[in-house]
């Protein structure tokens, strides 16, 4: 059984090295070049690599790359001209998530669609709540794509895929669109990117919506109210972790103190979110959470240093609390959610 098995542990292994290595070197030379979103590339990096054991073909990343590249254009364009008619800024922006979350339930894609949902988040939010930044949304978003494409690139030469050893590719679940699901995903996200746009607060707005989408994407592996409660204990964890890295930077602040601290916590989660489980996607959720809070700590964005690491994670709850609700509310009655609603209430009630 061991014997087995072994292949496949020293797989997540080497993709758990390959996240550590591209993260906390993205991460590190993001903040020596004074980028103002520093988790963008390494996050891009990370999900990427998090994908599959091979590196992505030439092709396929160029495509994917090209995919988030126009899809921030689109949400630039977006933002200039109908930034001040919300409601069909609204519409034109839920219509983008629907048909992000309604190819994400195809199980197709890998996370070409969770990135592209996070440029539609962060591009309006920037380009509405700063319009210092407006100019610099485009710069920032190639900077992050080609960074991201690079570093994954960096991480599979520095740790290859044995040639030798064949392991088998894990079978990828394709099944129809659940546009149910996905219509009331868009509800729920769109519903905090309003919020986060009348509260005018930037740091807010960008932890809130990506912890929402992060958290939606995450929830298909839920079967039971335990599980989902999980889902959200596991993602503040990324929080928890955020906020000792960044207490344990301010005692030597600076970039060999950065590269070491996102190097060890990124072992520690990214060798999980690795692994060929149902568990893999709540820690790549807490990977992501760490990398923006951990992120926003360092970063030069206006406004980001004012806001302690305790509301930031406040931030973070309430995120989580507020799509596990919705999704329990607003998801369509399958036999699974019907389950796991009821369990959710028992628990809750007891």
């Known amino acids: 059984m061991s014997a087995d098995r072994s292949p496949a542990i020293e797989e997540q292994k080497r993709k758990g090295l390959r996240v550590a290595f591209a993260v906390s070197i993205g991460f590190t030379l993001a903040v020596y070049a004074g980028a103002i979103v520093p988790f963008l590339g390494p996050l891009f990096a990370a999900q990427f690599l998090l994908a599959s054991s091979r590196p992505m073909p030439l092709a396929k990343t160029v495509g994917a790359a090209m995919v988030m590249l ?13 930034g001040e008619r919300p409601a069909p800024f609204l519409l034109v ?17 890998g996370p070409v669609f969770f990135l592209v949902l996070v440029v539609a988040i962060i591009v309006p939010l920037l380009g509405i709540l700063n319009k210092e930044l407006a100019n610099s949304i485009l710069s920032i978003l190639v900077t992050g794509v080609l960074s991201g494409t ?49 509260s005018d607060n930037l740091t807010a707005a960008a932890v809130i919506p990506i912890s ?15 599980a989902a409660i999980g889902l959200v204990l596991v993602n503040l964890f990324g929080g928890v972790l955020a906020s000792v ?7 030597r602040p600076n970039l060999f103190s950065i590269f070491l601290i996102v190097l060890i916590v990124v072992l520690l989660i990214g060798g999980r979110a690795g692994a060929r489980s149902k568990d893999a996607p709540i820690f790549a959720g807490a990977l992501t959470t760490f990398l923006i809070l951990f992120g926003l700590g360092v970063s030069p964005l206006p406004g980001s240093a004012a ?5 930031r994670i406040v931030y973070v709850a309430a995120a989580l609390i507020y799509a596990l609700l919705f999704a329990v509310i607003l998801w369509p009655r399958t036999g699974e959610t019907k389950r796991m609603t009821q369990a959710f209430s028992e628990s809750t009630l007891s």
């Open 70 to 82: 126009i899809a921030g254009i689109a949400m630039m364009v977006l933002t200039d001209v109908l």
């Open 93 to 109: 922006l839920g219509l983008t998530y629907f048909v992000c979350f309604a190819a994400q339930s195809t199980g197709k894609g």
């Open 150 to 198: 690079v570093l994954m690139w960096l991480a599979h030469a520095v740790f290859p895929e044995p040639f030798s050893q064949q392991i088998e590719a894990a079978p990828i679940e394709e099944r129809p669109p659940a546009l149910g699901r996905a219509l009331a995903n868009t509800v729920i996200l769109l519903g905090s990117v309003v919020i986060c746009l009348t």
């Open 212 to 226: 929402v989408a992060s958290l939606l994407g995450q929830l298909d592996v839920a079967a039971s109210a335990r």
């Open 245 to 251: 890295a960044y207490a344990a930077l301010s005692l």
């Open 307 to 311: 806001e302690s690491f305790a509301t």
